[in-house]
């Protein structure tokens, strides 16, 4: 059932992707904090997740998570084209490793805007086909793996030793096969090395213009 039919021809779907640790998180919450959840629905790619023991096993035998058949990028794409057509999703949380963590189960309600973020949504060519406005969030690469071990070890109960093994063995080939080569067909690149304040000045002022068109 449609519950958003008057905007149906207004909803716009916008990607945020870049490397694991280019601050995606950090922009996805100010973007929170300046629109409210009528005007833009958030989706993020981290619960979209197949179960762990789907997971690939390198050949230490550590868990890859950061290969592009990590995620149900079918279910994705349902969810993203159903909240396009006006209609709510309901999805429960992935929690990672983190036992202490319970899994709550999500609402996502249709929007004029509807943002997914999400390190691999370029490299799937339906996703890809279906958004309207891609952005890219880039940083050095020190930069990225010292947030991600301050991410993993708080949030993912990963010890540093761990996430230092991924970052070198899984997230930094992975992001050069399957993230940094869609950064040139971006319409928005922000750098976030020091400051993203610029970029996600004129991403803001784009949702804002759409949204009073």
């Known amino acids: 059932m449609k519950e958003q039919s008057k905007n149906d021809e207004k909803a716009l779907a916008i990607g945020i992707s870049g490397g694991s640790g280019s601050g995606k998180t950090t922009i996805i919450k100010e973007l929170r904090e300046q629109f409210t959840t009528d005007q833009v629905c958030l989706l993020s790619l981290d619960d979209y997740y197949v179960t762990r023991d789907e997971q690939l096993t390198d ?46 189960i999500l609402t996502f309600t249709p929007a004029p805007i509807i943002i997914v973020e999400g390190i691999f949504i370029y490299h799937y ?70 400051d993203y304040q610029k970029g996600l000045n004129e991403l803001s002022t784009f949702i804002k213009s759409h949204l009073e068109a």
Do not use: M
């Open 125 to 194: 060519t339906e996703v890809r086909d279906v958004l309207d406005l891609k952005v890219f969030i880039d940083a050095d690469h020190d930069i990225k793996l010292n947030r991600r071990i301050k991410r993993d070890s708080v949030e993912r109960n990963y010890p540093e030793s761990d996430v230092r093994y991924r970052f070198k063995h899984h997230v930094t080939p992975s992001y050069e096969q399957f993230v940094a080569p869609y950064k040139s067909i971006c319409d928005i690149v922000i750098d976030n090395n020091v």
């Open 59 to 104: 050949e230490n035998g550590i868990k890859n998570f950061d290969l592009p058949r990590s995620i149900n990028a079918g279910e994705l794409l349902r969810d993203i084209l159903k909240l396009k057509a006006g209609e709510t999703v309901t999805r429960k949380e992935y929690t990672f490793n983190n036992e202490t963590k319970t899994p709550k």
